[in-house]
């Protein structure tokens, strides 16, 4: 049975007199991509940042595996399994990329590192794992041949790689993205997908803001659409390109 990980609720945003979020309701099932589009200043960003914790909302209630999470501090959203990638610990630009995913896999797994240090063989094996784990995600993202470099030496789009590598790291159970593959080639930002639905597949839940539909659309299980601050449609992708509200919240813009 497919369960429901996130549920939002009437939620409303707002900066003085705008509305950034104005009452809205979703769903994000367990497992698969669920895709959140719109036009610039939808608030679709806005939504993220409270769901996040970043802001409370005005109204409304978002709740994270049935429990409501509107009152809880940034760092105890994430320590739930819900996890935004710039919430991880920073890039450190003088370590090496290897180093900076395990920075992110350690963070997560303290608990359980510290209690297999009383066995040091398990603790090396953990250890072990973990690298290999790294390196294969390296790879995912086209960094594997970077792994030594310091992280420092990244362009910009090879940065914003490394951070959605180390929010895989860190194993959420719900890892929301704003824009992945803005400033990625086609053809990586594709294969970037495909392999975040292989994630999603094995325990991962991926909640995607992207303005690249085509590629967005190819891998979605479902769609919100957002225009001012409201949800305008949803469904599978077929359905929503069908829907006449689909177009009228971009040619709305303008
Ligand atoms: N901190 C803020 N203070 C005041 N107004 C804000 C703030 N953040 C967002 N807004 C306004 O809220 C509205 C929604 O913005 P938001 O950034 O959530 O949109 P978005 O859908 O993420 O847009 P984009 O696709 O361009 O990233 C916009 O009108 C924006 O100007
Ligand atoms: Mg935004």
């Not at 549920?7 to 497992?31: C, L, P, Q």
């Not at 292989?198 to 803001?209: A, Q």
């Not at 957002?226 to 929503?240: A, F, I, L």
């Amino acid at each position: 049975m497919e369960e429901t990980l996130l549920k939002i609720r009437e939620v409303r945003k707002h900066f003085g007199g705008v509305y950034a979020v104005n009452g809205v309701n979703m769903d994000v099932k367990e497992g698969g991509i669920c895709g959140l589009v719109g036009p610039n200043g939808s608030g679709k960003t806005t939504l993220f940042n409270t769901i996040l914790g970043l802001y409370k909302p005005d109204q409304g209630a978002i709740y994270f595996n049935g429990n409501c999470i509107n009152n809880l501090a940034p760092h105890q959203i994430y320590k739930l399994g819900l996890v935004n990638v710039f919430q991880l610990p920073r890039v450190f630009l003088q370590m090496g990329v290897l180093d900076n995913m395990l920075v992110a896999a350690r963070d997560h797994q303290g608990d359980r590192l510290l209690n297999s240090l009383f066995w040091r063989k398990g603790w090396q094996e953990q250890e072990r794992g973990m690298i290999e784990e790294a390196l294969d995600l390296l790879e995912l993202v086209e960094l594997g041949k970077l792994a030594f470099s310091p992280a420092g030496e990244l362009s910009g789009g090879q940065r914003k790689l490394l951070e959605l590598a180390r929010g895989l790291m860190a194993e959420p159970a719900l890892l929301l993205l704003d824009e992945p593959a803005a400033g990625i080639n086609p053809v990586l930002g594709k294969s970037i997908f495909q392999r975040l639905q292989d994630f999603s597949r094995n325990g991962t839940t991926f909640f995607i803001v992207e303005h690249r539909l085509e590629i967005l659309f190819e891998f979605a299980s479902w769609v919100y659409v957002m225009d001012k601050g409201r949800t305008v449609t949803q469904g599978e992708p077929q359905q929503v390109v069908n829907d006449p509200a689909f177009y009228q919240a971009y040619l709305g813009e303008g």
